[in-house]
């Protein structure tokens, strides 16, 4: 089943950022957002995660879906250990000895078992984001939102962390809605990837890739027509 927006009005002030906006997502796949800054890419997730309010408009299908969330920043507790950030979240819907299963299973996913009771300021900010996106693996959501989780990061660390997140997918292929200002990543991890325009928002382009997400990370798919086609549309 696709979730639909359906007629999205949002405005701030004297700003219309939707205006009768209309957008689908395909259920257990990747969307991925390109758009200029100020579009409304961060408003669209937090419309649908309840964080703000619509003006008007439908959410259909998104209304009985549990929603994970996850920021620019890993926005771990620093005061609990790395197994015990995951843990937090698990501990409202699971029973001990299954939450510490899953802890477990997520920390060797993201390969830092041997870091369980280290604390976030006691490790890197690659490991705190692992642990960032196991944890929003391991919350037990159908809709997991994305909003520039690797911004920012060095182009080794950023390849390493989309493959962890890839594998992580893969195991557990839930609804993604992603929002990036790169257009390789968006490439590299995208079943449908969407071009919006400034405001008020419409999409520019639309366009699907079929193939197979490990072999694009691993550079063995012909994806330069692909980011030809999304650039040409982006910087015309």
Not at 71 to 92: C, G, H, M, S, Y
Request: glycine share 6%; with cysteine; proline share 3%.
């Amino acid at each position: 089943m696709d979730l639909v927006i359906k007629d999205l009005k949002k405005t701030y002030g004297n700003l219309s950022v939707y205006d009768n906006f209309n957008f689908t997502v395909h259920e257990n796949k990747i969307t991925c957002i390109l758009g200029p800054s100020g579009c409304g890419k961060t408003t669209l997730l937090k419309l649908i995660s309840g964080i703000t309010s619509m003006d008007s408009g439908e959410l259909q299908g998104f209304g009985d879906k549990s929603i994970s969330y996850l920021f620019q920043e890993n926005r771990l507790l620093p005061w609990k250990t790395l197994a015990d950030n995951i843990a937090f979240v698990l501990k409202p819907h699971f029973p001990k000895e299954e939450v510490q299963k899953k802890v477990a299973t997520y920390l060797d996913l993201v390969q830092l078992t041997d870091f369980k009771d280290y604390y976030p300021h006691e490790v890197s900010g690659g490991m705190n984001q692992r642990v960032a996106i196991a944890r929003a693996f391991a919350y037990p959501s159908e809709i997991l939102l994305m909003d520039e989780p690797f911004k920012g990061l060095d182009g080794k660390l950023k390849q390493e962390l989309l493959e962890v997140f890839v594998q992580l997918w893969s195991k557990d292929r839930r609804t993604v809605l992603y929002i990036t200002h790169d257009v390789d990543e968006a490439i590299m991890l995208g079943d449908d990837i969407y071009v919006f325009s400034g405001t008020p928002t419409k999409v520019r382009k639309n366009l699907s890739i079929s193939c197979c997400k490990k072999e694009r990370l691993k550079k063995k798919c012909r994806l330069s027509r692909y980011r030809k086609e999304l650039c040409s549309e982006i910087f015309a």
